[in-house]
C-alpha cells in the first residue's frame, strides 16, 4: 500500500513525505487498519473514545489514553508516556474502532494504568526522534561487534530507540539463555545511553526485519498478520505436500505461515473421504490405497500382489466397495470399475486455433530447389 505522494524515489526512498515510509496520510506503513467509521459522525450525547492506537518502528503498537481531549487524527506524530521520559509515535488509528482492537488485542479501555497521550509532537521532539533513528545502524552493527568479542552465542537483529533519546531496545534471538550483562555494561559504556535487551523468536525477527517471500510479495508477518498461530508438518500431510524442509520453511527457518491458510478447506474435503489406510477386498486379491486427489476425488489403488499398476477409482465407487467388504461381498476386480472411470474421460482441452501446432516449426523442409533444377533440364533432341 501506498499513498499518492510516497511514489518511490531515489534509493528506494518515498518521494514525497521522505518519511522512509511513515507518510502523514498513514498509507504505506505496516500493519495499517483502514478506518472505515471515518466518515460516519456520532449519535448524540455520545462522546469519542478517549484512546488512541500508536505505532512506533515496525510492527509494534500499543494503546494511550487522550486525557487531554487533544484533536487526533492518523498520522499525526505524538509524545506518549514511557516508563522514563517519553517515546515518539505515528498514530494509526482514532475512534471506536480503537475500541474493537483493544478487544483483539485483550486490553481492558477503562484501565486506569493505561499510558498517557502527553501532547502533539513539537519539531525539537521530531528532529530528537529521527536523528536517533539515524544513529541505530551504526550502533546495531557495533553492538554486534561487542557482541562477538564477548563470545556470546546470539543475533543481534534489530535496535529501538525512544523518542527522547535515552533507552534502546535490542532485539536478539538464540537458542540457548544467554549471560548479557558485560554485554549490557560494554553497550552502556560505548552509546552512553540505558540498555534494554529483549528476546524475541524467529517469527517475531523476521517480521521486524521483513522480506520477499518465494510467492513474490512481501511476508505476510511484516505486512498484515498479527497472531502467529503454530504450525506443525501434519498441515502440509494433509494438502499433501512433499516433505521438504527447503520448500515447506521460511525465511525465518520454520514452517511457512501459509500452509495453514487452506487447511480448512482441505479437512472440510476429507471429512466425507475414505481413510487413506483403507483396504479393498476383491475376488483377485486385496488392494492398497496408493494415493489420492482430494479435489479430483479420485484414489489409487493396486493390488499387493502387483504394487506397479495402479487402478483409478471415484471416492463413491470406494465406499461402495467398502461397504460391499462390511456384509462379507467381494467383488470380481478393481479393473471393472477402473474401466467405467476411463469410460468418462473427455478431453479437456482443445486447439481453438486448427491450423497451428506446436511442432510446426520442427518439420523438415523438403529440398524443392533440386526438384526445380531437376524440372528444368533441356531435353535432348533428336535429329531422326
Not at 238 to 261: D, E, V
Not at 324 to 333: D, Q
Amino acid at each position: 500500500m501506498a499513498c499518492s505522494s510516497c511514489s518511490t524515489g531515489k534509493d528506494g526512498q518515498p518521494r514525497g513525505c521522505k518519511n522512509n515510509g511513515t507518510c502523514g496520510t498513514d498509507g504505506c506503513n505496516k500493519l495499517t487498519v483502514f478506518d472505515w467509521l471515518a466518515n460516519m459522525s456520532l449519535p448524540n450525547g455520545q462522546k469519542p473514545f478517549d484512546c488512541v492506537e500508536v505505532r512506533f518502528k515496525n510492527s509494534r503498537k500499543e494503546f494511550f489514553r487522550n486525557v487531554d481531549g487533544l484533536s487526533l487524527g492518523i498520522g499525526d506524530v505524538v509524545a506518549t508516556q514511557a516508563k522514563s521520559g517519553h517515546d515518539v509515535g505515528i498514530v494509526t488509528l482514532i475512534g471506536e474502532l480503537v475500541r474493537v482492537q483493544m478487544k483483539k488485542k485483550k486490553v481492558d479501555p477503562v484501565d486506569k494504568n493505561l499510558p498517557k497521550v502527553y501532547r502533539k509532537a513539537s519539531q525539537r521532539d521530531i528532529d530528537i526522534w529521527q536523528k536517533c533513528r539515524n544513529k541505530e545502524e551504526e550502533i546495531k552493527k557495533r553492538s554486534r561487534e561487542i557482541a562477538i568479542s564477548l563470545k556470546l552465542q546470539m543475533k543481534l537483529s534489530d535496535v529501538e530507540f525512544q523518542g527522547d533519546g535515552s533507552k534502546a531496545t535490542f532485539y536478539y534471538t538464540a537458542e540457548d539463555r544467554v549471560d548479557f550483562r558485560q554485554l549490557i555494561k560494554d553497550m552502556a559504556k560505548a552509546f552512553g545511553i540505558r540498555i534494554e535487551m529483549r528476546q524475541i523468536g524467529y517469527r517475531q525477527e523476521a517480521q521486524r526485519l521483513g522480506g520477499i517471500g518465494s510467492c513474490g510479495r512481501e511476508l505476510c508477518c511484516s505486512t498484515w498478520l498479527t497472531d502467529f498461530r503454530s504450525v506443525s508438518t501434519a498441515s502440509a500431510r494433509y494438502q499433501q505436500l512433499a516433505l521438504n524442509p527447503q520448500k515447506l520453511a521460511g525465511q525465518c527457518g520454520k514452517l511457512k505461515c501459509c500452509l495453514n491458510y487452506e487447511l480448512d478447506m482441505y479437512l472440510e474435503a476429507l471429512k466425507n473421504f475414505p481413510p487413506q489406510e483403507s483396504k479393498l477386498q476383491t475376488k483377485k486379491g486385496i488392494a492398497f490405497c496408493q494415493k489420492s486427489d482430494i479435489f479430483k476425488e479420485t484414489l489409487w489403488y493396486s493390488y499387493k500382489d502387483d504394487p506397479a499398476t495402479w487402478h483409478a477409482l471415484k471416492k463413491d465407487q470406494v465406499l461402495e466397495i467398502l461397504e460391499l467388504n462390511k456384509n462379507n461381498t467381494r467383488i470380481a476386480s478393481l479393473e471393472e470399475y477402473a474401466q467405467e472411470n476411463m469410460d468418462d474421460e473427455k478431453m479437456v482441452f482443445e486447439n481453438v486455433v486448427g491450423q497451428d501446432s506446436l511442432t510446426r516449426f520442427d518439420r523438415p523442409k523438403k529440398n524443392r530447389r533440386k526438384k526445380k533444377k531437376r524440372n528444368s533440364k533441356p531435353k535432348a533432341s533428336s535429329n531422326g
